[in-house]
Every structure is written in structure tokens, then in C-alpha cells.
């Protein structure tokens, strides 16, 4: 480990090495349990839980000036 990455952890207060070692700790568990891993996706899975109103797609009144 470099020295001066020691040297400067232990000139820290007490307290502040404690969050050093909780923050390392954090990093040592988020490298141990990947994130992102993306499960492979069910096509058909939400059929029928969403509809779409009639004129969704219709132009807005509020638009026309831009039109």
C-alpha cells in the first residue's frame, strides 16, 4: 500500500478514520455484489395492464401556434 495514503489516514482524527474504514468497507461490499446486472426480459409480461386512450396521438390545442 503507498506510505503516504498511511501517513495521511493516521494523521486523521479518531473519528474521521473510522469513516475511512466504514467508507472502504462500502466500496470492498459494492465490489463484491455487482450492480447493473439487467435479468432478461419477458416479452408479453405488462399485456393488458396499460391502455392508450382514443386521440392520444392528436395534436395538443395548446400547440397550434407552433404548428
Not at 465490489?31 to 386521440?55: L, Q
Amino acid at each position: 500500500m503507498n506510505s503516504d495514503l498511511i501517513k495521511k489516514i493516521q494523521s486523521l482524527p479518531e473519528d474521521l478514520r473510522k469513516e475511512v474504514e466504514d467508507f472502504i468497507d462500502f466500496l470492498n461490499q459494492k465490489v463484491k455484489e455487482p450492480s447493473g446486472i439487467v435479468k432478461a426480459r419477458k416479452a408479453g409480461f405488462a399485456k393488458n395492464m396499460f391502455t392508450i386512450k382514443e386521440g392520444f396521438d392528436d395534436p395538443l390545442e395548446d400547440f397550434k401556434a407552433y404548428q
